[in-house]
C-alpha cells in the first residue's frame, strides 16, 4: 500500500503525468475562455446591460459568499492551473531535449501543423498577452489604459482599444490568432492524453478541436474589431 502511495504521488514526475496534468489544466483554461468570451460579447449589448454584467460577476455566489469572493476564488483556480500547465510544457520540453541523442544538421518535421510547430511561440505570445491584458482592464495601469475608470467597465473597453492609434485592439487579435492555435493543438492533445481518440473518433475530435479554436479565437477578436470599425463606440 506505502509503495502504491508513493507510485501515485511521484505519477506528476513522469512524462505520462505531466501530459495528464497539461489535460486537466487545459480543461480548466477551456472552461474559463469560453466564459469569458460570452461574457465579453454582452459588450454588442450596450453600455448599461455590459456594466451590470461586470458588476454582477463581483455578486457571483451571493449572499454564501461575499463581494468577488467567488470571483477570487475562480481566480486563484486559473491562476494555479496557468502555472501548472507552464510548468508541465516547459518541463516536457526539457525532457524532449534532453532525449534527442543526436543534433541534426538539417531538422525536418514530418507529420507537422502549424498549430503544433508554433505553440512554444504561441505560448509566450499568450502569457505576454495576460500581462499586459491585465495591466490593461484589470488593474488599469496609467499609461497602459489612457482612462481607466472603475466603475465603468465599457468605457474602459472602448477607449483601451481605441488608444493608441488601436494597436492594443491589433495587438489582442493577434494574440487571439494565437490563442485559435493553441486551442486546437491543446485540445487534440487533450483528447489524445485522456484517451478518447480512435480510428472511429479521430477525425470529429479533429473538427471539434478546430471548431472550438475558431470559435473562441473569433468570438474574442468580435469585439476589438467592431470598436475599430466603429459598430461599437
Known amino acids: 500500500m506505502g509503495v502504491m502511495n508513493v507510485g501515485v504521488l511521484s505519477l506528476y514526475r513522469t512524462s505520462i503525468g505531466?501530459?495528464?496534468?497539461?489535460?486537466?489544466?487545459?480543461?480548466?483554461?477551456?472552461?474559463?475562455?469560453?466564459?469569458?468570451?460570452?461574457?465579453?460579447?454582452?459588450a454588442f449589448l450596450g453600455m448599461e446591460y455590459f456594466n451590470h454584467y461586470a458588476e454582477g460577476l463581483r455578486e457571483l455566489g451571493a449572499p454564501i459568499f461575499g463581494h468577488s469572493h467567488l470571483l477570487w476564488?475562480?481566480?486563484?483556480?486559473?491562476?494555479?492551473?496557468?502555472?501548472?500547465?507552464?510548468?508541465?510544457?516547459?518541463?516536457?520540453?526539457?525532457e524532449a531535449e534532453r532525449a534527442r541523442s543526436t543534433k541534426y544538421v538539417k531538422h525536418v518535421k514530418l507529420q507537422a501543423n502549424p498549430a503544433?510547430?508554433?505553440m512554444r511561440v504561441g505560448g509566450v505570445i499568450l502569457f505576454v498577452f495576460i500581462i499586459l491584458h491585465l495591466m490593461h482592464f484589470t488593474w488599469g495601469i496609467p499609461g497602459v489604459h489612457p482612462d481607466f475608470r472603475w466603475d465603468d467597465a465599457y468605457h474602459n473597453v472602448v477607449a483601451g482599444f481605441k488608444s493608441y492609434f488601436y494597436l492594443p485592439a491589433i495587438f489582442y487579435v493577434v494574440a487571439m490568432v494565437a490563442l485559435g492555435f493553441h486551442l486546437y493543438h491543446g485540445a487534440w492533445s487533450m483528447f489524445q492524453t485522456l484517451g478518447l481518440n480512435n480510428h472511429t473518433y479521430t477525425q470529429p475530435l479533429r473538427l471539434l478541436s478546430l471548431a472550438l479554436?475558431?470559435?473562441?479565437?473569433?468570438?474574442?477578436?468580435?469585439?476589438?474589431?467592431?470598436?475599430?470599425?466603429?459598430?461599437?463606440?
Not at 501530459?19 to 465579453?40: D, P, R, S
Not at 486563484?76 to 518541463?91: D, E, F, K, N, Q
Open 18 to 42: 505531466k501530459k495528464v496534468i497539461m489535460a486537466v489544466t487545459g480543461l480548466i483554461g477551456i472552461g474559463y475562455v469560453v466564459m469569458h468570451m460570452y461574457g465579453n460579447l454582452k
Open 213 to 233: 479554436a475558431i470559435v473562441i479565437a473569433g468570438g474574442f477578436a468580435l469585439v476589438p474589431l467592431a470598436i475599430m470599425f466603429g459598430i461599437i463606440s
Open 116 to 118: 503544433a510547430l508554433y
Open 73 to 94: 476564488i475562480a481566480r486563484l483556480v486559473l491562476i494555479g492551473a496557468v502555472v501548472l500547465h507552464t510548468w508541465a510544457a516547459w518541463s516536457l520540453y526539457q
